[in-house]
Structures are given as C-alpha cells and as structure tokens.
Nanobody
Framework: QLQLVESGGGLAQPGGSLKLSCTASGFTLDEYAIAWFRQAPGKEREGVSCISHNGGSTNYANSVKGRFTISRDNAKNTAYLQMNSLKPEDTAVYYC????????????????????WGQGTQVTVSS
C-alpha cells in the first residue's frame, strides 16, 4: 500500500517549536518533491513549504519564512518540517504531499500537482 504518514503534531505554546515528520511506505521518496500544506477550520488548504527531490531547492510561504525549515533524508524515506517561533495562527491540520513532476516554486500553490497525500497531523498553538 502506497502511503505517506505524518507524525509529530501536538500542542505547543506560542514561541515554541515542533518538528513534523512525513514517512513514505510502499514507495521511495527520492524521486519525489515533497510539500507541507496546512488547513485551518473554515479556511482553504495552504501551501507551507516544498523541497525538491534531492533537497537542492526549497520554497516557503511568506507567512512561515524564517520560522519554518523543510528538509529531507532520502535514506530514511522521510521528510521533515521544523517549526520554530510558533504562533496561534499556525494552528491547523498539517499534511505532507509527494509529487513526481517538474519542480518549481509554483507547486506550492497547486495541490492538484501532487500524487500522494498523508492523512494529516494536528498542530495547535495555544497558551
């Protein structure tokens, strides 16, 4: 079964940190670009960050630039999202996605580009 599984979500205080993981099973990630999206209640799904298949290129939404860092370890078939200086407005369900197409900054705004999605992990930022 081909799937992505996210982990690492939870409750954090404002200013705190969390690190999300996205692990693939049934296929290898090393040819896929990976992205993190998030969706807050009543809002559309938003692209947060993406990384090329070899980690050489990354892109971030303006809302998280300088606070979040995307990375990947293809040997572990896993991608990560390090989230620092968390704010209450970062509260959302976070999803990882994998796609095989040509990488470009535009893929962050195009959920249709991706081939596989995880089930999501809840991140809540609250005091």
């Amino acid at each position: 079964q081909l799937q992505l599984v996210e982990s690492g979500g939870g409750l954090a205080q404002p200013g705190g940190s969390l690190k999300l993981s996205c692990t693939a099973s049934g296929f290898t990630l090393d040819e896929y670009a990976i992205a993190w999206f998030r969706q807050a209640p009543g809002k559309e799904r938003e692209g947060v960050s993406c990384i090329s298949h070899n980690g050489g290129s990354t892109n971030y939404a303006n809302s998280v630039k300088g606070r979040f860092t995307i990375s990947r370890d293809n040997a572990k078939n896993t991608a990560y999202l390090q989230m620092n200086s968390l704010k209450p407005e970062d509260t959302a369900v976070y999803y990882c996605a994998a796609g095989l197409g040509l990488y470009g900054s535009g893929i962050l705004g195009d959920p249709q580009w991706y081939d596989y999605w995880g089930q999501g992990t809840q991140v809540t930022v609250s005091s």
